[in-house]
């Protein structure tokens, strides 16, 4: 007796010829219809402007968005950068004191200056708007994820390093199959954790003059409409408590 | 996430290669986890290129090269005639404003987040009032520092007090939380012995409590101390005293050997408080 099931075989064309005539219908009453898909993708845009007026967006909405994309921005950039500055200075893995000290130093002379301080700088250079602050963003985050990483790629277990280097491996491979693995989730929570400080931080450079959703607080006090403060205020709360709580949950599936 | 790089496995083949001596790949994922891990990829390069979408790039403004030149310079020669000017107007004292702005602010953060963080362990108040005491913590961090030194400036009117406060009250927002951490990972056998003998609730966090975690709560506090000694430097801005407003003023009007001298001594302070704190909080630590 044998456990197989017996499927009866399918009866192919009228399958087919089924499937087909259904095509048929449909297509053919598209035709009939003179239903043109280029038009419908062309005339999308005219459809969204009619529902942004009949559901119009705050006029918070605009700079809060700005604000994200500068925390993003800034965040994305600086733990990009920090990475390779993070394993210059990291004293297991390259160990040359006359690349390591300075940096070092210079990165601690990153982190004692405010953002604020530099988005004022960076505003005289390239002037108002958004860019002067998502440089000053980097800046902070490069500083902070530089500093946080390569104090735990100095905590690694040097067994893995070890081995690999006994097997003949250079730096970049040790770097890639030895210390990468290890610190990986702790370089992500850094960069949370920088991306958190940033989003507020993004909120009040408007200040200055950098763009986000400071300029509208700025306005909103300058002109004492403090209801119009409220409302900022509670817009800026609820995204920050989103964005924690987001990050949270990124952090504890890492770990 | 890295279920690919599990150490173990690396230990137990001890890293094969192949014949030509090139190390082989970690083991391979399964196809739900390599389209996971695409997805997990796809939304990260969405979000940060929606992010660079947002970037309004104008250009250099067209005096540039004469700001950085002349910002340059003026690091080379700073107006130390600010820093030496004692009266009210110079350097030294919006200097020493800002240090007293941040440990009085401190201090007050410091004692206003006891009761927030006793709220907020779940091992002293069960899990539903903890909940709510986080809750509160977390409302309190997320409340912008210029604004409640703005909502300050208008009780106080503009000067220190308003910075000592608005630090003071923002500080709890993650003090508490660092100190109901702390709270919540003590042992409980010293309170639990002297709830048993019937000791009142105020004894018990000033005999059982409070002696356990205070290195900690004070290790915190220096901590939160470092950051306020630079949050103080930007509440100026708003006119709630301290270095901010000299500098903000010296930027915008393009004075830069004075902001130079300001960013050089900021720098020097906050290294120098860096260190002399990190020093006592590895002391505490270690218990010596």
Redesign the interface.
Known sequence: MSDRIIVPPPKRLGQTLGILTVILVIVASAIFARFNIIEVILGLQRGGRILARMFPLPGWFGPL??T??????GT?WGALLAFPIAILSARNIVDVPWIRVPLRFFL??LR???A??FA??FV????I???SG?IALVIFSFGLVAKLLFESIEAI?EG?VE??RS???DTL?VIR?AVL??I??QYISYTLYAFEINV?SA??LG??GA?GIGQL?ERA?AWRRFHE?GEL?IV??VV??FL?FFSAKVRR??I | MSKGFEPKIYYRTAFPMDSEGRFLVPPALSRTEFMGRILNYLIMALIVIWGLAGLQFKGIMQTAAATVESFGRAFIQPDFSYLLDTTMDGLPWALLETISIAVAGTFVSALLSLPFALMASENLVGPRVAAWGKTIITAIRTFPELILALLFISVVGPGASAGILALGVHSIGMLGKLFSEAIEAMDMGPKEALESCGGRPMEVLTRAILPQVSPELISFTLYRFEINMRAAATLGLVGAGGIGAPLIFAINGRQWPRAAIIILVLVITVILIDNLSAAIRKRLISGR
Not at chain 1, 68 to 73: E, I, S
Not at chain 1, 124 to 127: D, L, N, P, T
Request: glycine share 8%; no cysteine.
């Open positions: 968005m700005e994200l994309q500068m925390a993003v921005t994305f601690n002379i004692t200056i405010p604020m301080v004022a700088m005289a250079i390239f002037g708007g958004n860019f998502v277990d893995q081995a690999l097997l003949g491996a491979t199959y693995p290890q990986l989730p507020r909120a009040v200040y200055v763009g607080f006090l403060v205020v800026s709360f920050v408590l924690d599936s890492l």
